[in-house]
């Protein structure tokens, strides 16, 4: 048993080591015909290692040229910021893609709330919120840890969820700890595969507290019921904050703090991002949730955030996106709409003396398969 178990993991490190797809390239050649598209196809097939029976093919393929011919003359624009890429959702329209791969959610009780408190107190201006610095990633700083995946399972709200913590916890305790997705899906009742409130699993933590993600069973994407150890040791916060209300420069002082969990309106543009400052189009509608772990500005001076994805490491740039910043009050895509992140004592005094005094957990693998990068982190 303890031999297979062993076995295993290691075929798990080889098959994450053996190759990291990033998107498949192609031409203008490959879209000129039917037959050129298939071959393509075929081609970003086997990079993904996404098997069909022939009728799914038949629906897909139709799907897939669409997207091609999308990034293809999305690519061909002047003056873009940012590249679109044959990546592994690329055989997926978007009905499809959100209803598995995102799942932010927000009471209208509190967009309501939100926004009544914006209307009293105007947005507050750069120069009145704190000094902070004009570049920051905490990434850098070790408070970021690994890039997961949640896999066809609307749960990005227990991802981001995680990430705040893990990063909240390494700023107040220079200790950058993995902690389980698995236990916040299965235990917070925030949500479930087809979505949730980062802001409720943010309070489970300050109640419950969750565990490292080697205490609890690995990552599956299905939520089970909760398994909690009680001999394992849990990470709490103190509570639960929230930026104000669509303010980029709110936003900004609060990022320079510490890492926190934004909604965000993915389009189509956004799932086949590749690399570069992406700057829509998207819209407003929220629906999905990532880590805003960061800001900064191109050489040329486009200002952006960094933003940490659950979509595995071979999506974008290594996992992380640069969205615009500086766009108006809600943000690219609704970034400052809604941010929310938790207390940790220690936190909310200035952090920036504590550069690159913490360690750096190892970095998980990554593989190739559409669903399997970087959620090995349990099992091995
Ligand atoms: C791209 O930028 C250049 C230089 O600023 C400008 O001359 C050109 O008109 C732009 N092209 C488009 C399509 O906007
Ligand atoms: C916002 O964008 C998403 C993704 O492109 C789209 O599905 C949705 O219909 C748009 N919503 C509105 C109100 O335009």
Not at 164 to 178: C, P
Request: glycine share 8%; net charge negative; charged share 20%.
């Amino acid at each position: 048993m303890e031999m297979m178990k062993a076995l295993v993991g290691l075929l798990v490190v080889l098959v994450a080591t053996m190759a990291m797809a990033q998107d498949v390239p192609f031409s203008d050649k490959d879209l000129e015909s039917e037959d050129s598209m298939w071959s393509l196809y075929e081609r970003w097939r086997s990079a993904y290692t996404v098997s069909l029976d022939l009728a799914d093919k038949g629906k897909k393929f139709e799907t897939f040229k669409k997207n091609a011919r999308y990034i293809n003359d999305f690519n061909k624009k002047e003056n873009t910021t940012y590249e679109l890429g044959l990546n592994k959702f690329a055989d997926m329209t978007m009905e499809e893609f959100t209803s598995m791969y995102t799942g932010f959610k927000v009471d209208a009780a509190t967009i309501a709330a939100a926004e009544a408190a914006a209307a009293l107190a105007p947005e507050p201006e750069e120069e009145l919120l704190d000094v902070v610095p004009a570049s920051w990633d905490w990434r850098q700083h070790g408070a970021v840890t690994a890039v997961r995946n949640q896999r066809p399972c609307g749960c990005c709200w227990a991802f981001t969820t995680v990430g705040a913590v893990e990063g909240a916890h390494a700023i107040a305790t220079g200790q950058l700890l993995t902690l389980s997705e698995q236990q916040v899906l299965d235990c917070s009742g925030a949500g479930d595969c087809i979505g949730g409130y980062p802001d409720r699993a943010i309070d489970f933590v300050a109640k419950q507290g969750i565990t490292q993600a080697v205490n609890y069973p690995a990552y599956l994407g299905i939520q089970q019921t909760c398994r909690t150890n009680p001999n394992n040791p849990v990470v709490k916060v103190d509570g639960v904050g929230t930026v104000p209300y669509s303010s980029e420069a709110a936003l900004k002082n609060r990022v320079s703090k510490q890492p926190v969990s934004v909604g965000v309106s993915a389009s189509e543009s956004y799932v086949l991002y590749k690399g570069g400052v992406y700057a829509g189009p998207c819209n407003t509608s929220l629906n999905h949730a990532v880590l805003a772990v960061g800001y900064g500005t191109t050489a040329e001076g486009v200002d952006y955030w960094i933003v940490k994805n659950s979509w595995g490491a071979s999506w974008g740039e290594g996992g992380y996106m640069r969205m615009k910043r500086g766009v108006g009050k809600e943000g690219l895509c609704g970034i400052a709409m809604f941010g929310s992140y938790p207390f940790k004592r220690g936190v909310s005094v200035s952090t920036h003396t504590h550069s690159s005094s913490f360690q750096e957990e190892a970095d998980t693998s990554t593989s190739t398969s559409r669903d399997d990068d970087a959620t090995t982190v349990a099992s091995i």
